[in-house]
């Protein structure tokens, strides 16, 4: 029982690391974000969808009753998505990827408005500490700062996140997780396609590498673990085994491209990644 455990909790540890690696290639790969992004729904739609059909999930019956979730959830996603490499492009991985895991607070404060759960007054201090902890990620606000603006696309995203999960857990929480990206991935796929002939494509062939990495790797690879992992664990437990997800970001960031976090964007990312641990272990 306790290795099943540990195989587990190393499968959970392995998404999280998986998943971080979009902080560094969205940083490094020289093309648009909305690009990017594009190319990474793209690929990832075949392997999902090859997945999906392996594991012989019910594709068709899941787009016929819950097509109108999905569409919007889509939407969301390459908010979510695109915003958070815009917010890589103007910062650093340190900052846009403190600022998006801000999601799981913002969850707590937008579910009673959404589905009229009740809310508690412990997150009034956990939003406090949440807005100590931004306030810290950059040294000044100023809107003429790329880094003051790369932090409000890193919150935007957030935001686009948070209700994403949201509408996830309450409209298609029936559907599989590798299901629900697979549309997803289908719907940024349509909805950026324009974008193909608004910015600059010439250097894409030499991207492609790290292109496959963020679609196959990063995005099909990462995304399924991750979803598999509920079944074995927890909400709450997967929300604070998933704070180790920042720290891989900044780690691999400062590996491979030798971004070294500022002293305040270590104490604001610390009061945030606090927040998200006691909050998950308060709902244990």
Not at 57 to 82: A, C, E, Q, R
Not at 90 to 98: D, G, P, Q, R
Not at 124 to 136: A, E, N, S, T
Not at 146 to 169: C, D, E, H, P, W
């Amino acid at each position: 029982m306790q290795t099943k455990r540990l195989q587990h909790f190393g499968l959970v540890t392995t998404a999280s690391l998986l998943i971080a690696t979009s902080g560094p290639l969205g940083r490094y790969i020289d093309l648009a974000p909305q690009i990017i992004i594009w190319c990474r729904s793209f690929i990832a739609i075949f392997v999902l969808g090859g997945y999906c059909i392996y594991k012989k999930y019910p594709l068709l019956k899941d787009l016929k009753n819950h097509k109108t979730g999905l569409l919007f959830s889509g939407i969301l996603m390459g908010i979510h998505w695109v915003t958070y490499f815009i917010a890589l492009k103007l910062s650093n991985v340190a900052i846009a990827a403190l600022a998006v895991f801000t999601f799981p607070i913002m969850t707590v404060f937008l579910e009673p408005l959404i589905r009229k759960v009740s809310f508690q007054r412990i997150h009034l201090l956990f939003g406090f500490m949440i807005v100590l902890g931004v306030y810290f990620l950059v040294p000044e606000f100023n809107f003429k700062d790329q880094k003051t603006l790369g932090l409000i696309m890193g919150l935007i995203s957030a935001f686009a996140y948070a209700i994403r999960n949201i509408m996830v857990k309450t409209k298609i929480s029936d559907m599989e997780g590798s299901s629900v990206m697979f549309f997803q991935m289908i719907v940024v796929t349509v909805l950026l396609f324009p974008t193909m002939f608004y910015y600059p494509i010439e250097n894409i062939s030499s991207q492609w590498p790290f292109l496959l990495f963020l679609g196959i790797v990063t995005t099909s690879l990462g995304h399924t673990l991750f979803a598999n992992s509920f079944k074995s664990f927890s909400t709450s437990n997967v929300s604070i085994l998933n704070s180790i997800q920042p720290v891989f970001a900044i780690l691999l960031a400062l590996i491979f491209l030798n971004e070294i976090p500022q002293i305040q964007s270590i104490i604001g990312g610390s009061l945030i990644l606090l927040t998200v641990v006691l909050e998950g272990l308060r709902k244990q």
